[in-house]
Each structure stands twice: as structure tokens, then as C-alpha cells.
């Protein structure tokens, strides 16, 4: 049988890629990157910060835009993370599935929730 | 079944009580425990996290709102509570964001021994705490 591992592994075709492991990796790294933004942002604002300085942080579009691309980073992100954690305590599968279900409709209805504030601003 | 057999452990149905408090917890164990319980914690704010969102972007009479949940409480829960649960949010925060990029550092150092996950472990420990104690600080506006 064809070796299919190490220096050796076939890295074409489907089941390779961007999984759960790399995803974790990739959206965690876009917050950081914007936890950074949105710090520059707030240590370069002068004097004290009120509604407008604060909502000013937002409403540019590049940064609706990549707000956007956060928070389905996070829900992408918390989703690997939950699934994890049903998959090591929600036992049994009944339970898990029911866990896994409940999470999905708490995840999407956040980020519906974001996108509504976000496409007000 | 011959006796051999008969007498090896079994690691199945570990008691809580018996078992798991007999187990060494070393620095690296204790960063993965709570980078687990800080992201259960703030999936489960969640809501709350983008109420806060919602409240400090939306216009000048809902940042009001937001404010005054720092100064006066929020429905049933006082102003003391909700800053316990924001400083609870900003320590899963930090740590969470720490323990994250020590796992990056170490996927692209090929650096792991024992002694670089332990020191890097209690680097992520001292830090988040840190920044959580002077984050903390304005929060209850001790400056």
C-alpha cells in the first residue's frame, strides 16, 4: 500500500485542508488581529471616549466589513470549541446531539443578533 | 480468564472524588483546564457580550443605557454585579487570547518540552491576570 503520511501525504482531494484544527487557528488569529484594531483605535482616540468617539470606531466600512468577517470567525470558532466539549462530557449520543443542536441555534441567533447591530450602525 | 488479566487496572468509570483528585495538575494542565472554562464561559455571555455591543453603538440614548448599567444595575442585578461579570468576561478574555497564542507559538517553534510548556504556560498565567488586576482596576474606577 502506497505510503500516505509524513513528507509522503497526499495533500490533494477532499478531507484536506481547511479543517477544524487549521479553522480554530485561522479565525482565532483574525480576532486577535481586530482585538489590535480596535485597541489602536481606542488609544488614539483624545480625551475621554463617548458615544461618538466609541460608535466612530465602527462605522467606517473596511471595518464593518471586517467586523463581519469576526464575528462569523467567532461562530465559526466557538462552534469547533463547543462541538469539542460536547464530544468529551455529552454522553449519551442523545444528549450530545440534543447539546450540539441547542448550541447551533445559540451561536446563529448571536450572530443574527451582531449583524442586526452592525448593519444599524 | 487467566489471572493476569484478572488483576490488571481498570480505568473505566473514574469517581470524581477517588480518582481525579489523586492526579497531578501540572502548570500546562491547569492553562488547558481554564482556556477550556474561559470559552464555555464567554459562549455562554454571549448574548450579554453583544447586548453590551448592541447598547454602546446603537445611538446616544442606548449608550446611556449601557453606561447606566455600570453606575445603577441592569433589571434585577445591581451595578456591582454586572462589573463582577464584565471583569469575569475581560479575565476569560485575556486568558483565552494568551493560552491561544502560546498554542500558536508552540505549533511554529517545533519548540515543546516539558520545560517550554511549563514556562510558557506560567507566562500565560502571570499575564492574563495581570492585565485582568489593572483592566480591573479602571473598571471599578480605582483610577
Known amino acids: 500500500m502506497a505510503v500516505n503520511h509524513g513528507s509522503r501525504r497526499a495533500v490533494v482531494g477532499a478531507h484536506y485542508g481547511l479543517g477544524d484544527w487549521m479553522a480554530q487557528r485561522v479565525t482565532a488569529t483574525l480576532m486577535l488581529v481586530f482585538t489590535l484594531i480596535v485597541l489602536i483605535k481606542v488609544l488614539l482616540v483624545s480625551g475621554p471616549i463617548g458615544y461618538d468617539q466609541w460608535a466612530g470606531i465602527f462605522s467606517s466600512q473596511w471595518m464593518k466589513v471586517l467586523t463581519f468577517a469576526v464575528i462569523v470567525a467567532l461562530i465559526?470558532?466557538?462552534?469547533?470549541?463547543?462541538?469539542?466539549?460536547?464530544?468529551?462530557?455529552?454522553?449519551?449520543?442523545?444528549?450530545?446531539?440534543?447539546?450540539e443542536v441547542l448550541t447551533l441555534i445559540w451561536l446563529i441567533g448571536c450572530a443574527g443578533w451582531a449583524f442586526q447591530v452592525l448593519w444599524r450602525l | 480468564m487467566s489471572e493476569a488479566s484478572k488483576s490488571r487496572p481498570e480505568f473505566r468509570n473514574l469517581n470524581l472524588f477517588r480518582d481525579v483528585r489523586t492526579y497531578r495538575l501540572p502548570l500546562a494542565a491547569l492553562v488547558s483546564v481554564l482556556h477550556r472554562a474561559?470559552?464555555?464561559?464567554?459562549?455562554?455571555?454571549?448574548?450579554?457580550?453583544?447586548?453590551?455591543?448592541?447598547?454602546?453603538?446603537?445611538?446616544?440614548?442606548?449608550?446611556?443605557?449601557?453606561?447606566?448599567?455600570?453606575?445603577?444595575?441592569?433589571?434585577?442585578?445591581?451595578?456591582?454585579?454586572?462589573?463582577?461579570?464584565?471583569?469575569?468576561?475581560?479575565?476569560?478574555?485575556?486568558?483565552?487570547?494568551?493560552?491561544?497564542?502560546?498554542?500558536?507559538?508552540?505549533?511554529?517553534?517545533?519548540?515543546?518540552?516539558?520545560?517550554?510548556?511549563?514556562?510558557?504556560?506560567?507566562?500565560?498565567?502571570?499575564?492574563?491576570?495581570?492585565?485582568?488586576?489593572?483592566?480591573?482596576?479602571?473598571?471599578?474606577?480605582?483610577?
Do not use: C
Not at chain 1, 76 to 99: C, E, F, I, Q, S
Not at chain 2, 102 to 122: C, F, I, P, Q, W
Open chain 1, 76 to 99: 465559526w470558532h466557538a462552534w469547533v470549541g463547543m462541538r469539542n466539549v460536547w464530544m468529551d462530557y455529552g454522553k449519551p449520543m442523545g444528549v450530545r446531539l440534543t447539546l
Open chain 2, 38 to 143: 474561559s470559552g464555555a464561559l464567554m459562549f455562554l455571555l454571549l448574548p450579554f457580550v453583544i447586548w453590551l455591543f448592541d447598547k454602546s453603538v446603537s445611538s446616544e440614548i442606548s449608550f446611556g443605557q449601557f453606561s447606566a448599567a455600570f453606575a445603577a444595575g441592569l433589571w434585577i442585578f445591581p451595578a456591582w454585579f454586572i462589573k463582577l461579570v464584565v471583569l469575569a468576561l475581560i479575565w476569560s478574555y485575556l486568558h483565552h487570547l494568551i493560552a491561544g497564542v502560546r498554542h500558536l507559538y508552540l505549533d511554529v517553534s517545533h519548540n515543546y518540552t516539558k520545560e517550554v510548556g511549563r514556562h510558557t504556560a506560567a507566562v500565560t498565567l502571570v499575564l492574563s491576570v495581570l492585565l485582568t488586576l489593572v483592566l480591573g482596576a479602571k473598571l471599578f474606577g480605582l483610577y
